[in-house]
């Protein structure tokens, strides 16, 4: 890790928000009412709580290992070869993450605005920019992610009001029309995408100023509550405008903007809904990019992470254009697979770190 570069408790804060928020604002309603129905909305709750009891994990070995990256206290807690088997997994689902991030936002392209560009070509341009952003250090990216984090949330706001004419309350009802299941189903989609990715910030966290570690805390369960009312709403809205359909609606938020006409003269913004998830995926991309650089500079002890930056973009580019053979398959795996690998790859290494911490000080305060 580059000793020198470090950001405020607020800019780590923002770059949690982007990254939780990013691409799932406008990805998660479509799944997600699609398995939950109305009841999507608790989902979302069940789901966030589940992000906050994680990162109160992250946070807690981030206090009693100060100073350390999560490969340096992970190695402390568990010893040095166990730390290389719980790796290898976290960090071959890091590579898939990124990848996938990049395959989401060419699916976007090829069937929402660029309908005749090769995802090849999409694809190589974001990783491309996502290395170069990702190189160019922390502090770069925590200070785009505050002007994309600000833009993304203000168009969203500014559609949904927009779009609000269209809103039908009572598409609301019944809450839950085949009982509790669906609304677990819900539940397990958004656990794994996005709140089961917050165990990755455990990498982020050593690049806080010192001084300003003691308000960290605060601050990123303050984003994840910002993001879990984000998420909310957007569901909440798309099924009002949309009732039964929202679910067979790929991209809600985008659909939503498609109805938008004021006096003809406000009509055809879906391109600002295109505009978020585009930011928010390259943001999103770059700070996969960015931990994954440094997770595997740290296990191979490296002394300049960044010489690994391109090699893993390229890595990843080649994997998001041969992993999956059509979208349908995609969607299959995000939605069944993805969250079950989550667990056992990031949240399980997670777990077992906490346990072994909490044992050691239980018998060192004999």
């Known amino acids: 890790m580059n000793k020198q570069e470090t950001v405020s408790s607020i800019q780590m804060a923002m770059l949690f928000l982007t990254y939780v928020t990013a691409s799932a604002i406008v ?3 479509a799944p997600l009412t ?12 069940l789901a966030c709580t589940m992000g906050m009891l994680i990162l109160a994990c992250v946070l807690y070995l981030h206090r009693q290992y100060p100073g350390l990256t999560f490969i340096e206290y992970t190695r402390k807690a568990i010893g040095r070869w166990l730390t290389i088997i719980v790796a290898i997994p976290f960090l071959c689902s890091a590579f898939l993450q990124l990848a996938n991030i990049v395959i989401d936002i060419g699916g976007f392209f090829s069937t929402s605005m660029l309908r005749s560009t090769p995802n090849y070509v ?28 600000i833009s993304m949330l203000g168009f969203v706001i500014a559609v949904l009001l927009m779009v609000s004419p269209y809103f039908h309350p009572d598409y609301l009802l019944p809450v839950m029309p085949n009982g509790i299941k669906p609304i677990l189903h819900g539940a397990y989609i958004a656990y794994g995408f996005p709140y089961g990715e917050v165990t990755l910030f455990a990498a982020m966290l050593p690049f806080v100023r010192v001084k300003e570690r003691p308000k960290i805390g605060k601050y990123l369960f303050l984003a994840i509550i910002v993001n879990g009312f984000t998420l ?14 929202v679910g067979e609606l790929k991209y809600s938020l985008f659909q ?3 109805l938008i006409n004021i006096q003809e ?7 600002v809904i295109g505009f978020s ?11 996969q990019l960015f931990i994954l650089t440094n997770v595997l500079s740290q296990l191979l002890k490296l002394q300049d992470e960044r010489l690994l930056t391109f090699p893993i973009a390229f890595v990843c580019l080649l994997l998001s254009l041969t992993m999956f053979k059509d979208e349908m ?8 697979i993805w969250p079950l690998l989550l667990n056992v790859t990031y949240v399980l290494p997670l777990l077992l770190i906490v346990a072994v911490t909490l044992i050691k000080r239980m018998i060192s305060a004999r």
């Open 27 to 29: 990805n998660i309603p």
């Open 34 to 45: 699609g398995a939950a129905k109305n009841g999507a909305w608790i989902s979302i709750l």
């Open 122 to 149: 999409v694809q190589s341009i974001f990783f491309f920019m996502a290395a170069l952003t990702a190189r160019a250090g922390i502090e770069v990216m925590a200070r785009m992610s505050v002007l994309l984090i």
């Open 232 to 245: 909310l709403t957007s569901v909440v809205c798309s099924i009002m405008a949309n009732g039964p359909l």
């Open 256 to 258: 939503l903007a498609r």
């Open 265 to 271: 003269i406000i009509e055809r913004i879906e391109s």
């Open 277 to 287: 998830l585009i930011a928010g995926s390259y943001m999103k991309a770059s700070i």
């Open 329 to 336: 398959e995609f969607v299959e795996t995000v939605s069944v």
